[in-house]
């Protein structure tokens, strides 16, 4: 009975988000769809982006438009295995440098060319601006060197090879005329790449269009279009998806998986990816500037029961700090459920459960916030509020403060005097866990990296964690690098900045009829390949 009225109620939904995107014909407002119905592909995202600017974005909905309008030096498979892309070929140096020689004749969708000084102008604009890609790059990048038109020496920090790896995955090249052109304000809303697709308009929550660019270097695509559709709610995804409104969706309900397997009409695609979900402490937050009360949340945690009741083994809970896939990956079973060792912990501190049921202290009840997104990651406010349950065994009063995308990641990247006065002191933010530990770290936990410049939402700041990364990046072999970096995770696991939920899983689910569209990658969720088409 649940799960029919639940299906009702997601129809309803779906019949007014149906009506929203309807609207404008009704009312007269121009369409920019003139491509045939037949080679527009529908893609449902799970919310409204937080820009388009391929080197300045964090959020997984911006990033959709950008796979496609966009291009990287070089890219890697699902294997990890470095592919060529805008540079067809490569040699690390004896000096700590990496040659990449250009694929030529390539231009960008404002017709400028792609060359040694579109990479320059990329790279340095990453730097100068401090892009939020600085965060990813700037323990590997150093310079950049224009050799002629068609080669670039990048003159990199730490071992060539490492570099080369966080260079597949970060730093996307960019227009040079548009950078000269626009500031940063509108290029966030003005991408202008080389990839096959060109991008069209942006409607905020309707749609992010792009068009077939039909000078791709690699060939036309057989697509026309295709229009990015924010649709928050899961199962209104899913609901559109079946009755045909959308061609594929992203980030479908994990519980329905194995019924939309089961659709004849239906395929699933899955990728483990290089994404970890985490339960991030705001350091900047009294009282989660102390270690011990983030050990005693951790304790009153059953992260593995609650993934796996809430995720039904299609993902699974990890005791790793960056990707379980990842070299020199360690896995930590420090913080087991323990809700006894919790609780001792919060008596030492003198926190004890007084007449209003919670932890009290000088007559203060515990109370706290967990900001969680609704929709942008498998299962994500049914797992904060399963933390909250648990978290009152223990006596803590937490409330459940949820936020649509584009609030969250406004919240989480505010800065540390913002977050000092924030209501939440832990949230739930997917953050890249590879493609390698050092990157990882680097990206994610080092104060270069704090928000608002990058991905260390948390505000954790480590000196001899810091000093560890950089002693990996003078490392004269891998073992001994290995080595470093297992130091570098040991302090993590002491310090505990953050507490990993799982490792993602990618699912994309499309109509069968629809071809050509894969996950090529950890890091990359949905790519329409030029062999992309609509076989109806």
């Known amino acids: 009975m649940k799960k029919s009225l639940r299906y009702l109620a997601s129809f309803g939904v779906y019949l007014l ?120 790059i700037q323990g590997y990048f150093k310079s950049a060197e224009i050799i002629d038109d068609n080669t670039v020496k990048i003159h990199v920090l730490g071992p060539p090879s490492v570099a080369l790896i966080a260079f597949s995955i970060f730093g996307y090249i960019e227009s040079p005329m548009a950078i000269e052109k626009y500031d940063r304000k509108d290029l966030s809303r003005r991408p202008i790449g080389t990839g096959p697709f060109k991008f069209v308009e942006w409607i905020s929550d309707q749609r992010v269009v792009l068009e077939v660019n039909k000078d791709y270097w690699g060939g036309e695509p057989k697509i026309s279009q295709i229009v990015f559709k924010p649709v928050i709610d899961p199962q209104t995804r899913l609901s559109m998806l079946e009755a045909g409104d959308l061609d594929i969706i992203v980030n479908p309900d994990v519980t329905e998986i194995n019924r939309l397997k089961s659709n004849p009409r239906l395929k699933v695609l899955s990728q483990v990816c290089g994404l970890t979900v985490y339960l991030v402490f705001n350091i900047a937050k009294k009282p989660f500037d102390d270690k011990r009360i983030r050990e005693a949340f951790s304790y009153a945690i059953d992260r ?120 939440f002191g832990i949230s739930i933010v997917q953050i890249y866990s590879g493609p390698d530990v050092g990157v990882a770290l680097r990206a994610s936990l080092h104060s270069n990296s704090m928000a608002p410049r990058g991905m260390n939402t948390g505000m954790f700041s480590n000196r001899e964690f810091e000093e560890t990364l950089d002693e990996a990046n003078r490392a004269s072999n891998e073992t001994e690098r290995g080595k470093i970096l297992k130091k570098a995770q040991d302090i993590v696991d002491r310090e505990l900045p953050f507490l990993p939920i799982y490792s993602w899983t990618y699912f994309i689910a499309l109509r069968k009829d629809v071809t050509g569209v894969v996950i090529p990658n950890g890091y990359n969720c949905l790519y329409i390949t030029k062999d992309a088409k609509i076989e109806r």
């Open 17 to 136: 988000v149906s009506g929203f995107f309807l609207l404008p014909l009704f009312l007269g407002e121009p369409i920019c769809i003139a491509a045939e119905q037949g080679s527009i592909l529908r893609v449902g995202m799970p919310g409204e982006p937080e820009n388009l600017a391929p080197n300045d974005c964090v959020d997984l909905n911006g990033l959709l438009g950008i796979f496609h309008t966009h291009e990287r030096l070089v890219t890697v498979d699902p294997k990890m295995n470095i592919l060529p892309q805008l540079a067809t070929s490569w040699e690390l140096t004896a000096d700590n440098a990496i040659i990449f020689h250009l694929r030529k004749g390539v231009k960008f969708h404002d017709g400028a060319p792609f060359n040694a000084k579109a990479v320059k102008v990329s790279f340095d604009r990453i730097m100068t601006e401090k892009l939020k890609a600085i965060s990813k």
């Open 304 to 423: 593995e029961g609650i993934v796996g009741t809430l995720l039904r083994g299609h993902i699974k809970a990890v005791k790793y700090y960056v990707a379980p896939e990842v070299k020199y990956a360690v896995e930590y079973n420090t913080y087991s459920y323990n809700p006894e060792k919790a609780k001792s912990i919060f008596r030492e501190l003198g926190w004890k459960v007084g007449k209003s049921g919670y932890l009290e202290k000088d007559g203060e009840v515990f109370k706290a916030a967990i900001l969680s997104p609704t929709g942008r990651y498998p299962m994500d406010i049914q797992i904060a509020e399963a933390i909250q349950a648990q978290l009152k065994k223990v006596g803590i009063d937490l409330k459940v403060v949820s936020a649509e995308s584009a609030v969250l990641v406004k919240a989480i990247l505010s800065d540390f005097e913002a977050k000092k006065k924030a209501e």
